[in-house]
């Protein structure tokens, strides 16, 4: 019984931080989106990660580039102290996204306990979130 409200209380977190996700623009494709499943290895996407930086520094937009650049280093940080997905996996939404007034605030959201273990990694820069995979989770 306790476990079944624990599941519950976690879906409801989830739905909120979907909500909130799905709210954020960027203004390019500056918005990286990171899910990695429990079986994956930190230390192999982290490694993406920065391969992913060298290819960032051929983008030809000063500002898109180091927005792009400040979030796969973003993700980056915060899969630093990690060995492990955990149990059912990790998922880091980060990046640089529209406030008004052709301004933009950098946001990192991570979630460390989803009410389901995610099934598949993906790496994606866009100009949304991908949050397809948290939406099958509810």
């Known amino acids: 019984m306790a476990a079944d409200s624990e599941k519950q209380a976690a879906k409801l977190r989830l739905k909120r931080v979907l909500e909130d996700l799905m709210g954020l623009r960027g203004m390019g494709t ?3 989106t990171v899910i990695i499943p429990p079986e994956r ?3 192999d996407v982290r490694h993406q990660l920065a391969n992913e930086s060298g290819q960032a520094r051929n983008i030809k937009s000063n500002l898109t580039r180091k927005h792009v ?3 796969i280093e973003s993700a980056s940080a915060a899969l630093a102290n990690r060995r492990n997905a955990g149990e059912k996996g990790i998922a880091v939404f980060t990046g640089h996204v529209i406030v008004g007034n ?3 605030r950098m ?3 991570v979630i460390e306990d989803p009410p389901e273990p995610f ?3 993906r790496y994606r820069c866009d100009s949304t979130f991908e949050t397809s995979q948290l939406e099958c989770l509810l």
Do not use: C, G
Request: hydrophobic share 45%; proline share 0%; glycine share 0%.
């Open 107 to 109: 946001t990192t959201i």
């Open 69 to 71: 650049i400040d979030a």
């Open 102 to 104: 052709n301004k933009s």
């Open 30 to 32: 500056e918005l990286v």
């Open 41 to 43: 290895q930190v230390a």
């Open 119 to 121: 099934t598949s990694f």
